[in-house]
């Protein structure tokens, strides 16, 4: 079964992995018929500050308007970006901030503890990149960026399964090492998770 794919490319510096990575799964995706689209956040224009949080109406700039759009039309969302200090970059902060707003991911309920959570039978695979190990970044760190962005956003606004793949030990791999997770990425495009 082919499904609609959205790619969020949050690594905000040029010419890093990360863009290797897209492009794997992007190839690995239109090999098997999968629809496509992506965002990559560094080129959109918007505001990171959340500056009127919940209180008042901060105004969607196009290019989140659209990002909002491509969510709703998406059965899947594929979230790609590097580990900085444990979790993810200010830009994709920003960006979650301004995009998974009441209404549109989530909705409160007079009465009601939790909210609705209007992001239900989509899912979601998150690619991360770090210089890490991988073992300090689960047992050390606890896994910090993966548990905020799975269970305190995707999760809170009905998103489920939530799945990881992490690329860790970056900055000392070899070539070998890259093409095999180049291969994994385009893998993960090809089966659509």
């Known amino acids: 079964m082919t499904k609609k794919i959205l790619l969020i490319h949050a690594h905000p510096v040029d010419d890093a992995f990360a863009d290797q990575v897209v492009a794997a799964y ?9 629809t496509l689209r992506s965002l990559v956040l560094k080129k959109l224009s918007f505001d990171l500050n959340f500056s009127k949080g919940y209180r008042g109406n901060q105004e969607l700039e196009p290019d989140l308007a ?3 759009q491509l969510i709703a039309w998406a059965d899947h969302l594929v979230f790609v970006f590097p580990n900085w200090w444990g979790t993810y970059p200010a830009l994709l902060k920003g960006f979650i901030d301004r995009v998974f707003l009441p209404g549109f991911a989530f909705r409160y309920n007079n009465g009601h503890r939790f909210p609705d959570k209007l992001l239900k039978g989509k899912s979601a695979r998150l690619i991360m990149t770090m210089d890490n190990p991988r073992w300090y970044y689960f047992l050390v760190l606890g896994a910090p ?12 606004c009905g998103i489920r399964p939530v799945r990881t793949f992490t690329i860790s030990g970056i900055r000392f791999a070899g070539e070998r090492q890259r093409h095999v997770w180049l291969r994994k990425a385009r893998a993960l495009g090809n089966k659509g998770i």
Do not use: D, I, P
């Open 66 to 68: 659209e990002a909002q």
């Open 26 to 34: 992007t190839e690995g995706a239109a090999e098997n018929g999968h």
């Open 145 to 156: 960026g993966y548990r905020s962005l799975r269970k305190a956003v995707l999760h809170f």
